[in-house]
């Protein structure tokens, strides 16, 4: 029936057998029954003509065999309970919430695959779908290229890239901790610079400043103490040169980065665990002729050896998170390679250990049927809406859900001198400049102030050194002084000859009237 209408499919007689001709017209012509063994197409509900997906399951009569592997590590996965023969695990759980979505009925029953002592073979299970030994394999599978091209993945229930994990350590505090925050070249470059600013401030507040003036034994303790206070900015020195306070400015904006960074560097490496290892990530680790360890099982081995080119000889077959733990902790291997669903499991536990660098591949887990499985595109469809509505979460976390460690990792906290080069550069230049102007100024004002005696003298090159120094020396105010006193002289002078002139004018002018 379809609808209220009958649909004829054909006819069944001993005679001719099933045919969609009468009986009564096959009568008629020589039995064969070979030709004759076929109807017309069924009409399904919903007026459609292919065969409902849920029939392909019920009509052969034996439930799906569903391959699960038996796991030696990260029974969080998958595991056999004890003493019996169910299966539970984050997988298990995933598989079945989804199951429970298909809209029709599929009888199943879990086919262990593996001894339970080791990790089994994942690319043999695999095969074992695409042989049709298993109807489908559920667990903790990842979708590889090579594995998509023997059976149908459904939609990745997890996301799972590898990483590489390496030990840290908590650096023991001692008196002398304030000194790491930076290098041995960071502390010499700065400590040159706290001389440089205060020479320069010296040089330019020198002729001006009363505070900067003095015997030489003062006036080098002066330095000393205004360059070091600039270090926490109590500097109580006035500032009169233009010059000198530009300098100033540029280099306190110098020392507010540099305390800044020092004081941050300082408080993560009192409080935050190091790296033990040079390793910052998949390339560093590739460089070194270290060993590495895997997971039992793992394509991660496979990986390493055809993609990265990295030798087997270094590569060390590890089967449980105890073993991860010995062996990195020992030193036997340098770093762990798996994926991240493991080393979250692992590091939930072992908070000597940490995930350097990122993701280096982009995959999933998900479950595996026969090509062209109609089952697989509903699991995947059932998956999906696990994850909209939060279900794949929650299911997440009940297996996850561990202590956590998360200490912050800094691939180095030493600050470098190529983090302040650029600040050091525009200070030097900066303070360059300024010389540069001031030198100017004074070699001018110099030659104005001495052309006379320059004019007239005719002695070394190193005797006018000596003047230009001395009068570099002297405080601007004395130079004005003196340079007043010396146009009184010279107004003095002249006033003086004029006199004597006009007196010689007169005494010859009476000699003329005689």
């Keep these: 029936?379809?609808?209220?209408?009958?649909?004829?499919?054909?006819?069944?007689?001993?005679?001719?057998?099933?045919?969609?001709?009468?009986?009564?017209?096959?009568?008629?012509?020589?039995?064969?029954?070979?030709?004759?063994?076929?109807?017309?197409?069924?009409?399904?509900?919903?007026?459609?003509?292919?065969?409902?997906?849920?029939?392909?399951?019920?009509?052969?009569?034996?439930?799906?065999?569903?391959?699960?592997?038996?796991?030696?590590?990260?029974?969080?996965?998958?595991?056999?309970?004890?003493?019996?023969?169910?299966?539970?695990?984050?997988?298990?759980?995933?598989?079945?919430?989804?199951?429970?979505?298909?809209?029709?009925?599929?009888?199943?029953?879990?086919?262990?695959?593996?001894?339970?002592?080791?990790?089994?073979?994942?690319?043999?299970?695999?095969?074992?779908?695409?042989?049709?030994?298993?109807?489908?394999?559920?667990?903790?599978?990842?979708?590889?290229?090579?594995?998509?091209?023997?059976?149908?993945?459904?939609?990745?229930?997890?996301?799972?890239?590898?990483?590489?994990?390496?030990?840290?350590?908590?650096?023991?505090?001692?008196?002398?901790?304030?000194?790491?925050?930076?290098?041995?070249?960071?502390?010499?470059?700065?400590?040159?610079?706290?001389?440089?600013?205060?020479?320069?401030?010296?040089?330019?507040?020198?002729?001006?400043?009363?505070?900067?003036?003095g015997p030489p034994k003062q006036q080098l303790v002066t330095v000393l103490w205004f360059t070091l206070s600039t270090m926490v900015f109590a500097h109580r020195e006035n500032m009169v040169s233009t010059l000198g306070r530009l300098v100033l400015i540029i280099w306190l904006f110098v020392v507010l980065i540099i305390n800044s960074s020092y004081t941050a560097s300082l408080t993560s490496i009192l409080t935050v665990q190091q790296l033990s290892s040079p390793i910052r990530g998949i390339d560093s680790l590739i460089s070194t002729n270290e060993r590495i360890g895997f997971q039992v099982g793992s394509f991660a081995e496979n990986y390493m050896i055809e993609e990265l080119n990295?030798?087997?000889?270094?590569?060390?077959?590890?089967?449980?998170?105890?073993?991860?733990?010995?062996k990195l902790g020992a030193g036997i291997v340098a770093a762990i390679v798996d994926e991240r669903p493991y080393i979250d499991l692992f590091l939930s536990n072992n908070c000597k250990f940490q995930v350097v660098g990122e993701e280096f591949t982009t995959s999933g887990w998900g479950f595996a049927f026969p090509k062209d499985s109609p089952l697989a595109v509903d699991m995947s469809t059932a998956i999906l809406t696990l994850s909209e509505n939060g279900e794949l979460h929650k299911i997440h976390d009940y297996w996850h859900k561990r202590k956590t460690c998360t200490p912050q990792i800094s691939d180095s906290n030493q600050l470098q001198l190529d983090s302040f080069w650029e600040l050091f550069l525009i200070f030097g230049g900066a303070c360059a400049l300024a010389l540069f102007i001031y030198f100017c100024k004074m070699v001018r004002v110099f030659g104005k102030d001495h052309s006379q005696q320059q004019g007239q003298s005719s002695k070394s090159g190193s005797c006018s050194v000596r003047k230009f120094l001395s009068f570099v020396d002297k405080k601007e105010e004395e130079v004005s002084k003196s340079k007043l006193k010396r146009k009184r002289e010279m107004s003095y002078v002249k006033g003086r000859e004029v006199d004597s002139r006009n007196r010689s004018n007169r005494i010859q002018a009476e000699f003329d009237e005689e």
Excluded: C
Aim: glycine share 6%; proline share 7%.
């Design 1 to 213: 029936m379809v609808g209220d209408q009958s649909w004829l499919l054909g006819y069944w007689s001993n005679y001719s057998g099933l045919s969609i001709q009468s009986p009564e017209t096959l009568y008629a012509k020589p039995s064969n029954r070979s030709s004759n063994q076929h109807l017309r197409r069924v009409v399904w509900p919903g007026n459609t003509t292919e065969k409902p997906r849920e029939w392909e399951f019920l009509n052969n009569g034996r439930p799906l065999r569903i391959g699960v592997p038996l796991r030696a590590s990260f029974k969080e996965i998958v595991t056999q309970v004890n003493g019996s023969n169910e299966i539970h695990g984050f997988s298990i759980d995933v598989f079945l919430a989804a199951l429970k979505l298909i809209p029709y009925p599929v009888p199943y029953e879990f086919v262990k695959f593996g001894d339970g002592h080791k990790n089994p073979s994942y690319t043999e299970f695999v095969n074992k779908v695409a042989y049709n030994v298993l109807d489908a394999a559920v667990g903790d599978i990842t979708i590889i290229t090579n594995r998509t091209k023997a059976v149908d993945f459904t939609q990745p229930y997890i996301e799972s890239g590898l990483v590489v994990v390496v030990p840290i350590k908590k650096l023991d505090s001692s008196s002398w901790a304030f000194f790491r925050p930076f290098t041995q070249l960071m502390w010499a470059i700065t400590a040159v610079f706290f001389i440089i600013i205060g020479v320069g401030v010296w040089i330019h507040e020198h002729r001006l400043n009363d505070e900067f003036r």
């Design 310 to 326: 990295i030798p087997k000889s270094r590569l060390m077959a590890l089967g449980s998170p105890q073993e991860y733990a010995e």
